[in-house]
């Protein structure tokens, strides 16, 4: 089976540019995250969405950051404009229920901003 | 931010030896877990842990909840070079919004 799936593992960008970041769960998994990971640092959650709803995007900083999944499957997480402090790796997860913790990574996709 | 605080926050051991570390928080959890993270990874759960008082196993690993429901233990036994990496405990509560929290992790360095 399948594991969650993220694109691109890199992306080096400079300040005030765009990026996007695109997640494939695992199949059947309903719930879906969005997670900062700073460097040594835990993951914290950005967005959490139960199918196509966004349940909990308190902590999505929304002057520059969005997010969709529209078909309650893949999701894309965007950041407009960069900014240098953006710098970090983003890592999505997933899990069949959102009650107990157990949750799925991808490998994450590591942002350097210039 | 970090609601969670583990320790030690680095760890340099010797092949074999046993290693313990732990995790504390000022709210009350409801599942606690514990997760490795490899360079360049995701974190991967290691152990669940859903009962005040409760000791699991997985392998060479031993994690405890607490009885207070504020804090978390991991223990490995023997260490392999493979064990190296970053050790999170994470908490979710069930009241409110059911946000899985983390720790700032524990970097377990393995002298051979």
């Known amino acids: 089976e399948a594991g969650v799936v993220q694109s691109p593992r890199y992306k080096i960008i400079e300040k005030k540019q765009p990026v996007a970041f695109w997640c494939n769960p695992i199949s059947g998994h309903n719930t879906l995250y969005w997670y900062l990971q700073n460097l040594g640092q835990g993951p914290e959650l950005l967005i959490r969405?139960?199918?196509?709803?966004?349940?909990?995007d308190s902590q999505l900083p929304k002057d520059r950051f969005s997010a969709e999944r529209l078909k309650g499957v893949d999701s894309t997480l965007k950041i407009q404009p960069a900014e240098l402090g953006d710098s970090a790796v983003y890592l999505c997860a997933s899990s069949q229920t959102s009650s107990f913790g157990e949750l799925f990574f991808g490998e994450g996709s590591r942002l350097t901003v210039l | 931010g970090q609601q969670l605080n583990q320790s030690p926050q680095s760890m340099f051991i010797q092949e074999g030896e046993d290693v313990s570390m732990n995790c504390t928080s000022s709210?009350?959890?409801?599942?606690w877990l514990w997760y490795k993270q490899d360079p360049g990874e995701g974190p991967v759960l290691l152990i669940a842990?859903?009962?005040?008082?409760e000791l699991t196993s997985n392998g060479r690993l031993t994690a405890q909840f607490g009885i207070t429901r504020k804090d978390s233990f991991l223990n490995i036994s023997a260490s392999i070079p493979s064990d190296v990496g970053i050790y999170f405990c994470a908490g979710q509560k069930i009241q409110g919004a059911q946000k899985l929290v983390f720790g700032q992790g524990t970097r377990l360095t393995i002298n051979p």
């Open positions: 842990l859903y009962k005040a008082g």
């Open positions: 709210s009350i959890f409801n599942t």
């Open positions: 969405y139960e199918n196509e709803e966004a349940v909990d």
